[in-house]
């Protein structure tokens, strides 16, 4: 597998990085993307390559289950990637990304699954609001459809974590900063987007940027039924 990626490495050199040199060039010099694009660390997503976008567009945060811990003064990761996001780079929206058939949610929903991965489910804890979300509305649904909402679900519950950044909070309030909520589909290539107008996910196109409140959630529609009942 590491030849693979050293042949990758010679041919990016080669081929890519030859075609695109005014673009490295322009992005050694420095970075101004605007958008903040949050998503899982998952090997079947690549957010370039779903946006359509070049190196220097996105900054980017991955990790298990693209969750966002509510801010506190323990300084992580996240948090300082968050800020650097904002107060440093200086972006204008922020992006999080949930995915289908996303292991990190199917943990979350079956922590036996994760005994014997102590730091995964410690991680997991900060989506335990999804977690009883689901079991509680959703806990006599099939399997497949407590993961689905799952997945939705959380993408909400991070972005409700995420405001509790101080930085982003002043961004908010200064109306520099739009926040969305996005969940790609791996088998079809989708991505819906949630409407905080309608309440529900739609295929991605203008929606309005969201910042639910307690009341404007997911576990209020019907799982599965929001995706596929709205327009095209």
Request: charged letters at 20%.
């Amino acid at each position: 597998m590491v030849q693979q990626l050293v042949a990758g490495v010679h041919h990016f050199k080669r081929q890519v990085f030859r075609q695109q040199q005014e673009l490295f060039a322009r992005l050694a010099q420095g970075q101004s993307p605007q958008t903040l694009f949050i998503t899982c660390s998952d090997s079947r997503i690549d957010p370039n390559l779903i946006t359509h976008t070049d190196p220097g567009d996105l900054f980017v945060i991955r990790n298990a289950g693209n969750i966002i811990p509510a801010y506190s003064a323990a300084s992580g990761g996240e948090i300082a990637s968050i800020e650097f996001a904002i107060m440093g780079v200086g972006v204008s929206d922020i992006v999080i990304c949930g995915h289908s058939h996303c292991g990190a949610m199917k943990g979350l929903l079956h922590p036996e699954y994760v005994t014997e991965m102590p730091a995964v489910g410690q991680w997991l804890a900060h989506a335990e609001a999804t977690r009883r979300i689901v079991k509680s509305k959703y806990g006599q649904r099939a399997e497949s459809e407590q993961l689905e909402v799952a997945i939705e679900e959380n993408v909400l519950v991070q972005i409700e974590n995420l405001q509790t950044h101080p930085a982003v909070a002043v961004a908010l309030a200064e109306g520099k900063l739009k926040l969305h909520a996005w969940v790609y589909d791996i088998a079809t290539g989708e991505v819906f987007a949630y409407d905080d107008d309608a309440e529900q996910y739609v295929p991605l196109g203008d929606v309005r940027p969201v910042a639910p409140g307690p009341t404007a959630r997911l576990a209020d529609v019907k799982s599965g039924d929001a995706r596929f009942h709205a327009e095209t």
